[in-house]
């Protein structure tokens, strides 16, 4: 592999889970200063920046608390894959020039309960709310019986994705839930949206997430670099007849999820074929999203699903290990927080950092994939 324009120098990480008295901007700043820390540079060293949350403030004013430079620094607000944009927004300043070293965060502060989304404000009519479908429970578990009926997936294999979950996030000290839980546990737990029971359901949570990149040259001023390529940042969103989240209608003809669309560039912006994947993170707000959005990535072909969790290969020591800090399943879902999460993680292993649940064999190679509303995702690829 060439060496890629972009360089990944620095991650920090709050604590997934809740945390009474701290703020959401408070979690970000902090998980910045961590990443500063991991990078050996100064805030004062970072020229552009872009950060966002759903519910707890707007990033930049986070530099009340950094430091006011006077750095150009953007507001991102884009569901789901809000960190995942942001990431894209500092990789294209830093590919262009614009700057050399760059910062990213995401952060949020959710209450209890399910969101609490207004079909207005996704411009939708009031019925789609009065239906009940503006709870994304709802959407998901008609998305994946759906999907389930198409291709073959048994429902114990929606058990296996959840066990793995909490099986690796045991190992995750920066893990909300990290009590492993058997598929009997799963299976048998209340049922909230049919296939899906509790547990095969992320919930809103807290925590922030942020990275320092930089580009490839400007690695020779930095004492100590320990640097993981950032070969590619894609993000697209949803065509006409595409089945997502807050789509009001179903056509006849479906079009690809823009998961689809957001990995094939990525991959092949990077120059990695899919298959030379060594660690991935993919979102999974709940078990079927982990499902689907492996074969929507290109990762494994669809149908496959069942064999491959059945045969241990998405675990830590298998052929392609899938969500290894637990995902958004035993992390919860703090929105601005969660694309990041799978980019601090993928460096993580990529390093050889992740501890007891570091991905065998030396990994050189990892994905990472956000999808939120109303159509939208991110991809990146990451390499030693």
């Not at 809740?18 to 703020?23: L, Q």
């Not at 429970?137 to 759906?146: H, N």
């Not at 994947?277 to 990535?297: N, P």
């Amino acid at each position: 592999m060439s060496e890629p324009a972009v360089a990944i120098v620095g991650i920090g990480l709050h604590p997934f889970g809740r945390h009474e008295g701290v703020s959401g901007l408070e979690m970000g700043a902090h998980a910045v200063r961590l990443a500063l820390q991991d990078a050996g540079l100064r805030w004062s060293d970072v020229q552009f920046a872009a950060g966002g949350s759903s519910s707890s403030g707007n990033a930049d004013t986070m530099v009340a608390d950094l430091g006011a430079t006077g750095l150009t620094f953007l507001n991102v607000h884009n569901g789901c894959a809000t960190g995942g944009s942001a990431l894209v927004s500092v990789y294209n300043a830093l590919v262009s020039g614009a700057c050399e070293v760059g910062a990213v965060v995401g952060f949020d502060k959710h209450p209890r309960g399910a969101f609490a989304e207004q079909p207005e404000d996704w411009s939708l009519p009031a019925w789609y709310g009065t239906a009940g479908l503006m709870v994304t429970t709802q959407f998901f578990g008609m998305k994946i019986r759906r999907y389930m009926h198409d291709h073959g997936i048994e429902a114990p294999t929606l058990a296996k994705v959840a066990s793995k979950a909490f099986r690796n996030a045991a190992n995750n000290e920066n893990a909300w839930r990290r009590r492993p839980l058997s598929e009997d546990e799963i299976l048998n737990a209340r049922m909230v949206s049919d296939p899906l029971t509790q547990y095969m359901l992320c919930s809103p949570g807290e925590g922030g997430a942020a990275l320092v990149l930089c580009r490839s040259e400007y690695l020779a001023r930095i004492q100590r670099a320990r640097p993981i390529y950032l070969r590619s940042a894609v993000l697209r969103t949803r065509q006409p007849q595409s089945f997502d989240v807050y789509s009001p209608a179903l056509g006849m003809e479906l079009s690809p999820s823009p998961s689809v669309a957001a990995a094939r560039a990525a991959f092949e912006q990077a120059g990695v074929a899919p298959s030379e994947i060594d660690v991935a993170q993919v979102q999974d707000t709940e078990s079927g999203a982990e499902i689907i959005h492996l074969a929507e990535c290109g990762l494994c072909q669809h149908g496959e699903q069942s064999g491959l969790y059945r045969r241990g290969a998405t675990e830590i020591d298998g052929e392609l290990p899938v969500n290894t800090d637990g995902g958004c399943l035993a992390n919860g879902e703090p929105i601005g927080a969660s694309g990041l999460r799978q980019v601090y993680e993928t460096v993580l292993q990529l390093r050889g950092d992740a501890g007891e649940r570091q991905v065998p064999n030396e990994p050189t190679a990892g994905f990472t994939h956000v999808y939120g509303a109303p159509g939208v995702s991110a991809c990146t690829v990451l390499s030693r």
